[in-house]
Antibody, heavy 119, light 109 residues
Framework: QVQLQESGPGLVKPSETLSLTCTVS??????????WSWIRQPPGKGLEWIGY???????NYNPSLKSRVTISVDTSKNQFSLKLSSVTAADTAVYYC???????????WGQGTLVTVSS | SSELTQDPAVSVALGQTVRITCQGD??????ASWYQQKPGQAPVLVIY???NRPSGIPDRFSGSSSGNTASLTITGAQAEDEADYYC????????????FGGGTKLTVL
């Protein structure tokens, strides 16, 4: 059974960089069958796709966040990570990591982690 | 704004059939996937591809597509189906981006 678990600080100060890691168990980030994704959900609002990374390291980002986002993968640790720079209160959200099949559906999600941007 | 458009809220009487729709240009070329999200929980995949259900999803959930509209149908809605539903697919830019619909809050009366 595939499991994804987000980890990282729950509180980040404005203008700083949000950093989260997703640890994958029961599956491999080195598989060519999946994209490894980050998705967020502001409190009371809908889902927003942030971006994904392929095992090769190729990435694709939401244009609205592209200038501030970096997604990376560490195959040795079976993890992938999100960095979002210059955060503001608008970046406060539950952040989910997820596995997307290359045929275009997300079959596994992490439980989500709330990140609050506040001084 | 989202490139996939959903009605914000839909209601259905217990045991009746409800259709939740998702509109977008990219749906002329790509299937939508559908996710159910209950309060405080991560989304769960309910429909993918042409009309496929993951293991464990009841067969009262089905999907269809026509033109620029994808639909999720619940035949015989149950109280436990009350949730937010999101569609997801590629965007229409041709850059392999992904986009979610704004979500539909389903109320079972």
């Amino acid at each position: 059974q595939v499991q994804l678990q987000e980890s990282g600080p729950g509180l980040v100060k404005p203008s700083e960089t949000l950093s989260l890691t997703c640890t994958v168990s029961g599956g491999s980030v080195s598989s060519g069958s999946y994209y490894w994704s980050w998705i967020r959900q502001p409190p009371g609002k809908g889902l927003e796709w942030i971006g994904y990374i392929y095992y090769s390291g190729s990435t694709n980002y939401n244009p609205s966040l592209k200038s501030r986002v970096t997604i990376s993968v560490d195959t040795s640790k079976n993890q992938f990570s999100l960095k979002l720079s210059s955060v503001t209160a608008a970046d406060t959200a539950v952040y989910y990591c997820a596995r997307e099949r290359i045929q275009l559906w997300i079959d596994y999600w992490g439980q989500g982690t709330l990140v609050t941007v506040s001084s | 704004s989202s490139e996939l458009t959903q009605d914000p809220a839909v209601s259905v009487a217990l045991g009746q059939t409800v259709r939740i729709t998702c509109q977008g240009d990219s749906l002329r070329s790509y299937y939508a996937s559908w996710y159910q999200q209950k309060p405080g929980q991560a989304p769960v995949l309910v429909i993918y591809g042409k009309n496929n259900r993951p293991s464990g999803i009841p067969d009262r959930f089905s999907g269809s597509s026509s033109g620029n509209t994808a639909s999720l149908t619940i035949t015989g809605a149950q109280a436990e189906d009350e949730a937010d539903y999101y569609c997801n697919s590629r965007d229409s830019s041709g850059n392999h981006l992904r986009v979610f619909g704004g979500g539909t809050k389903l109320t079972v009366l």
